[in-house]
């Protein structure tokens, strides 16, 4: 189960578990769309594919939280 993290790694951009907009790659590294379009949908950390995120809604997303734990070192 994807671990659905809170946040851009790369700019610190809110990204809710229930919305679009969050790119991934297999490590589950996360990042907003812009940061995605600016590195060529390629993961600075793990030189990995980012695609796009799955959301997570509902009865899901309840039994199954997203992480509250932010990456944004910034």
Known sequence: ML???P???RC???LPAAAPGAFICSMECTFCTECA???DELCPNCGGEL???PTRTGK???T???STERRFAG
């Open 3 to 5: 671990e659905m993290r």
């Open 7 to 9: 946040d851009c790694e």
């Open 12 to 14: 610190g951009t809110d």
């Open 37 to 39: 379009d600016a590195m």
């Open 51 to 53: 695609l796009d995120r």
């Open 60 to 62: 899901t997303l309840k």
């Open 64 to 66: 199954h939280p997203a």
